[in-house]
C-alpha cells in the first residue's frame, strides 16, 4: 500500500443510488479533489447514460467504478469505515466527527491502510445496520434548519476535506502524527470475525440473551469499533476469549 | 448592519449563468451552508423552471435573488469583493488566496459589513476586467490534472468554508472544550478497578500466568486507555466479566 497515493486509498462508498445523475456528479466531485475509488453498492442503474453526462470527463472512475451487492463486500479489506451521517448530535458513545476532522483522520490512516467513507440513500440516508458497520460518523456541519445536501454535494465537501488535509501533510511532511506510527490495523473482516465470536462467548456464558439481545452488540461495536485495534491487539482479545471458553 | 447575521452578509454573485439548473444548485448549495443572499448578473435565462427544480425547495433563495445587468451594480454596496479564479499562481500583484484562508476573511469582514464573492462564467470563469473589479481573489486548490469544478460545486465549497470559519468563531466566542462534549468519562480510580478485574478473570482463566505475566496488561491497558469509556459502556465490560466469572 505505501507506493500508492494516500488520495488513491480513500474508497467512496454509494449505498442504493437512486438518481444515476448523482453518481456522474459525485465522480466529478471526486476527481475535482483527486480521488478515484469509487464502490457502489446495489445502485438503481448503472452503468447509465445519465451518469456519464453528469460526470464531466470523469469517466474513468466511472469506468473504474466497482459495483457490489452488499456493503460488507464494500469494506471487507478496509482498515477504516466512516459513515456520513445527517444527525448532529454528538451521542455520547458514538465516534462522531465534523467534515474537517474527520478529513485529517481519513488521510492519517489512508497513507498506510485502505479507508471508506459510506454514504446513503438519497432519500434517508444510512439505516441503523449500515451505521453499525462504520468506526466512525461524521457530519457536515449544515444549516440545521436546512441540511439538506445533495449526495454528490457531500462527496464534493468530504472530498475536498480531505484534499486539503492531504495537502496540509504535503506541507507539513516533517511532522509525524501519532496515528502514522501504526501499521497493521485490523481489517472489517477481522473485526467482524471478532464481534462474532465475542457474541459466542457471550452467549455460552449467560450474559447475552440471544433472545433478548437489546441493544448489547451494538454497544459493543461502538467500544471496540474506536480503538482502531492493530492485528496483535487483536490476537490478544481473541486468545483471552479462547481461554475463556477453555476454562468453561 | 450589525444586527444581521454574519452570513446574511455574504453575498454570491454570479456572472452570465448559461445553465440555469446551476443557479437553482448554487441556491440551494448555499442554504445548506446558511448563506441567502444571491445577486445574478445577466443570466440567460431567470427565473426558470430549470432552477427551480434543481434548487429543491431553496425557493425562498430564488425568489429573493436580484437580477443585475452589471457586475458593478451587483457590488456597488460593498465593502469587500472577492473573485473566485481557477488559477492558482499566487502572483505577486494579486491578493491571492486559497478558499479556506479566504473564508476565514470574508467572516472577519462580514460581522459588520457587506461582503461578495463573485463566480464567472461556467466556460470561461472571470474577465480580466471583472477580476480589477475584486479586491481579492480566491481559489479552490483542486486537482491540477483536472480542475473542473461545477459553478454550483465551487459555491458549495465556499459557502462552506464560511459556514466552518463562522462556525469556529461562535466556538471560540464559548470557549467550550472539547472533552465537555463526552461526560460521564470514567474516571482513572474506576479504570484501575477494571483492570484489576479483567487480571482476575484471565488469571482463572489460565490466560494469565501471573509467574510470567510478559507485558499482557501493559498491552491491555494500552488498548483500553485509548477508548475513553464512558461509565455506561464500561459497567457493560464489567458486567460481561462476571458472567464470565459465574459460568466457570
Not at 162 to 175: E, G, I, P, S
Amino acid at each position: 500500500m505505501q507506493t500508492r497515493n494516500t488520495l488513491a486509498n480513500i474508497r467512496i462508498v454509494l449505498i442504493y443510488t437512486s438518481h444515476p445523475g448523482n453518481i456522474g456528479s459525485a465522480a466529478r466531485a471526486m476527481k475535482t479533489m483527486g480521488l478515484s475509488e469509487l464502490y457502489l453498492v446495489n445502485p438503481k442503474s448503472f452503468p447509465d447514460k445519465q451518469a456519464v453526462a453528469m460526470s464531466s470527463n470523469a469517466t474513468d472512475i466511472l469506468d473504474n467504478a466497482v459495483v457490489v451487492e452488499t456493503l460488507q463486500e464494500a469494506i471487507a479489506d478496509c482498515q477504516l469505515v466512516v459513515g456520513a451521517s445527517a444527525r448532529h448530535e454528538r451521542s455520547l458513545s458514538w465516534n462522531i466527527q465534523n467534515s474537517r476532522e474527520c478529513g485529517e483522520l481519513l488521510v492519517d490512516q489512508a497513507e498506510n491502510n485502505q479507508v471508506a467513507i459510506i454514504f446513503g440513500r438519497e432519500s434517508s440516508g444510512l439505516s441503523n445496520d449500515e451505521l453499525a458497520q462504520c468506526q466512525h460518523l461524521l457530519y457536515i456541519p449544515a444549516n440545521p434548519h436546512y441540511s439538506s445536501l445533495n449526495v454528490a454535494s457531500a462527496v464534493q465537501i468530504i472530498s475536498y476535506e480531505c484534499r486539503m488535509a492531504w495537502l496540509a501533510r504535503q506541507d507539513n511532511k516533517k511532522k509525524l502524527s501519532k496515528n502514522r506510527e501504526r501499521e497493521n490495523i485490523a481489517t472489517t473482516r477481522e473485526m467482524e470475525g471478532y464481534y462474532k465470536h465475542l457474541e459466542t462467548v457471550m452467549i455460552d456464558s449467560g450474559f447475552l440473551d440471544p433472545k433478548n439481545p437489546k441493544h448489547l452488540m451494538t454497544r459493543l461495536r461502538r467500544i471496540y469499533g474506536r480503538i482502531h485495534l492493530d492485528r496483535s491487539e487483536l490476537n490478544i482479545l481473541r486468545g483471552m476469549l479462547v481461554a475463556f471458553q477453555k476454562h468453561k
